[in-house]
């Protein structure tokens, strides 16, 4: 069980703030005395662009040096054993010592550079939840693949609830999909067209004790009923095989009972998001860039996302070297894992005027198994995602890299950003999927095996690092800050019009699947 505790290091309580209203820190306020380990690799000191160097990509590429990239991973390595005392393992997980001393380390390393960069602390309340124990029984069957959802309540008083299983025929995403009687009962929901979170506050609405969704694909279903609401019940998903023969009987108008019984509980903390922007280079028009600073609670994320923490860490200390056009605004996302919440509490909170003055937004995680570039059109997504698809598209071939395409399914920080109409694309390298035929003949590896054989692991440590590829994506990332800071010539401007035709687009697209890693409908 996680024990969550109280934010009480600066990073957590320098301010409860709004996207619209970030403090601004200044580097002598930071504790002189850190509780994390302090990196001891080169640092730079800013010159604000008194040096007159010009941002050039070439030269911002050749500074990034794999020896660094390693020497600040041993740091995270030794920062996620802050929280041995209380978890037993390493882990950054939102609460713990260990991302409490992450967000510490990236604050220090930035304050560092001096007068480069402005440093603003978000904090954040952050949904977490631990389901300890579930159990479904339905008629006298104990359905083998039924699994309480994320972020579901418990059962009333944490006690077993006794039912009639009622099936809902429409999907439940409507109060009239329910029988008129559903008080006491048990509902029986085909899963589709709108999130689990909907399904659930429906059937409570409805007078249901409990919800059951069954998947409408092959397997089990194991979901997220995303933000809390007053109206969701204890909730449980099954596979679409074990669901058959109910929905059968139940639609030839026999009756059924179940039991389901859930212990759970949803809980509230405060966390940061850190965004350091340049204290030069057009304010209206900047370059955005984030990646997330938590792991999960299973092991200390080393890879996933320590490796992109570490990138936009090590390519921030480098930029400091040159003069930059346009400003650029890196960020690092807490409560990624708990399903976006950093990156899309930030995107939804900019004002108006704010979301304009981020030209672009790109997200960097970590590297391992493949390159793969998020499939940005401008024809799905907001004008101007399909020119950085083409940024990195020419990149990896002017290295003579191979790569493939990735969806925007929603699992990573884009989504936020997506949704309120700004321009996103990215890279990936696969995370527990499986290397396919075609993608071992392309990238070597074994076919069949896991891109991240230590994905959300124990595991993710030290030795999880593929430093070929984390070198090669740092340096991509370089060069994408580059080519922008320096210049948005040829870049779509975000018009009225585009902003129109964006918001148009967005209306007609499918609902993200995923809310990072969690399935949401």
Not at 84 to 98: A, D, Q, W
Not at 125 to 132: C, E, L
Not at 136 to 141: A, E, K, P, S
Not at 290 to 312: E, K, M, R, W
Request: aromatic letters at 8%; hydrophobic letters at 35%.
């Amino acid at each position: 069980m996680a024990i969550l505790r109280a934010c009480t290091t600066l990073a957590c309580v320098a301010a409860v703030a709004s996207a619209r209203q970030l403090p601004i820190v200044a580097a002598d306020e930071y504790p002189s005395t850190p509780s994390y380990p302090v990196y001891t690799g080169p640092s730079y000191n800013s010159t604000n662009g008194t040096n007159g160097t010009t941002i050039d990509t070439k030269k911002l590429q050749a500074d990034i040096d794999i020896n660094n990239l390693v020497a600040r991973a041993e740091e995270l390595a030794k920062i996620a054993d802050l929280s041995l005392s209380e978890y037993n393992h390493p882990t950054r997980v939102i609460g713990s010592l260990g991302h409490e001393g992450t967000v510490e380390y990236i604050y220090s390393e930035i304050a560092k550079l001096g007068d480069y960069y402005t440093i603003s602390n978000q904090s954040f309340p952050a949904v977490t939840g631990n389901v300890y124990e579930s159990r479904l029984v339905i008629g006298y069957d104990v359905p083998s693949s039924a699994s309480a959802m994320s972020l579901t309540p418990g059962t009333k008083g944490k006690e077993p609830v006794y039912g009639q299983l009622l099936l809902v025929p429409n999907g439940g995403c409507s109060a009239g999909d329910f029988p008129v009687n559903m008080t006491g009962a048990i509902a029986l929901i085909r899963r589709g067209t709108c999130t689990f979170g909907d399904k659930s506050a429906n059937a409570g609405r409805a007078g249901a004790d409990a919800a059951v969704i069954y998947n409408n694909e092959g397997g089990g279903l194991s979901g997220t009923l995303g933000s809390p609401s007053p109206d969701h019940i204890a909730t449980f998903g099954i596979s679409a095989e074990e669901a058959a023969p109910y929905v059968a009987r139940l639609q030839n108008g026999t009756k059924l009972d179940a039991i389901a019984y859930i212990d759970a509980t949803v809980d509230e903390i405060m966390t940061t998001n850190i965004i350091a922007q340049t204290t030069a280079g057009d304010p209206e028009n900047c370059v955005m860039l984030g990646g997330h600073s938590d792991s999960v609670a299973a092991g200390p994320g080393i890879n996933d996302d320590g490796s992109g923490t570490i990138s936009l860490l090590e390519v921030a200390t480098q930029l400091t070297k040159y003069e930059v056009n346009n400003c650029v605004r890196f960020a690092w996302w807490a409560a990624e894992e708990e399903g976006l919440l950093g990156s899309t509490y930030y995107a939804e909170n900019l004002s108006e005027e704010e979301n304009q003055k981020v030209r672009l937004f790109m997200d960097y995680g970590n590297a391992n198994g493949l390159y793969q570039i998020y499939n940005a059109t401008d024809e799905e997504n907001p004008v101007g995602s399909g020119a950085l698809r083409i940024l990195y598209e020419d990149w990896y071939k002017e290295q003579g890299l191979n790569y493939t395409y990735i969806t925007f399914d929603g699992r990573s920080d884009y989504a936020g950003f997506l949704d309120v109409g700004i321009p996103s694309g990215g890279i990936a390298t696969g995370a527990e999927g499986i290397k396919t035929e075609e993608e071992a003949a392309i990238f070597g590896g074994k076919a069949g095996s896991q891109y991240d054989e230590c994905y959300h692991l124990l595991c993710d440590n030290i030795t999880n690092l593929n430093l070929d590829e984390w070198e090669v994506n740092t340096k991509l990332i370089a060069h994408s800050v580059a080519v922008y800071a320096k210049s948005f010539d040829g870049f779509p401007k975000r018009t009225p019009e585009i902003e129109t035709r964006s918001l148009e687009q967005k209306k007609s697209k499918p609902l993200f699947r995923y809310k990072g890693n969690d399935l949401v409908m």
